[in-house]
């Protein structure tokens, strides 16, 4: 099945960039997923990626895919504190059925004023 | 905007008690969806539903776990006889169409004691 790896943790200063790493082991995901969860919360979909795409702008959101390497990116501009939360890759992928999604261990982003 | 909501957010019992959780999708979405999030660990994908059936499952999604749509509205996930490592938040998600995004609950806090 589907391996999807980040970081543990990553600490930023507000205002600055911040880049939220992942790697996964299926090259046949179909959408790459970006959720967000805030303490004690639920899960809220930030963006995706479709698996024919290099890259995909939203707002402050830039996601950038390398799939020969398996590796997905996601980067924040101007961070806020409000964006301080874990971050959960999620591709989702015919070797997993085309239903499933399967998360990866989260990135905690701190954001420090 | 449309929601995926979830009762009770949370919910304690005694080992060996029998569970049901609650879940109202998106009213015009098709995929039903639950995900657990040991704490501290990785989401979890448990199962997957359509047209009244499950179409995928997880080796999580064992005998004592079961699913229903009893209603139009409602999606439930009941654990027959639970154990202490059932303890968990529990995600339902929806999604309109098998390769569109799932949008995700608040989640129910499964307390086992």
């Known amino acids: 099945g589907e391996d999807v790896e980040q970081s543990l943790f990553l600490s930023v200063r507000e205002g600055d960039s911040s880049v939220i790493n992942c790697t996964y082991t299926d090259s046949s995901s179909t959408y790459l997923y970006w959720y967000k969860q805030e303490p004690g919360a639920g899960l809220q979909l930030l963006t995706y990626?479709?698996?024919?795409?290099d890259m995909k702008q939203d707002q402050r959101l830039t996601v950038l895919l390398n799939k020969k390497d398996k590796h997905l990116s996601l980067r924040i501009a101007d961070t806020q504190t409000g964006d301080s939360a874990i971050y959960f890759c999620?591709?989702?992928?015919?070797?997993?059925?085309?239903?499933?999604?399967?998360f990866g261990t989260g990135t905690k982003l701190q954001v420090i004023p | 905007e449309p929601e995926v909501t979830q009762t009770p957010s949370h919910q304690v019992t005694q080992m060996g008690q029998e569970v049901i959780l609650r879940c109202v999708p998106i009213?015009?979405?098709?995929?039903f969806y639950w995900y657990r999030q040991i704490l501290g660990q990785k989401v979890e994908f448990l199962v997957s539903f359509y047209n009244n059936e499950i179409s995928e499952k997880s080796e999580i999604f064992d005998d004592q776990f079961s699913v229903e749509r009893p209603d139009g509205s409602n999606f439930t996930l009941k654990i027959r006889s639970t154990k202490l490592e059932d303890s968990a938040m529990y995600f339902c998600?929806?999604?309109?169409?098998?390769?569109?995004?799932?949008?995700f609950g608040q989640g129910t806090r499964l307390t086992v004691v």
């Open positions: 999620a591709p989702r992928g015919p070797s997993g059925g085309y239903q499933k999604v399967t």
């Open positions: 009213s015009n979405h098709l995929y």
């Open positions: 998600a929806s999604s309109e169409d098998v390769n569109t995004e799932a949008f």
């Open positions: 990626i479709f698996s024919n795409m």
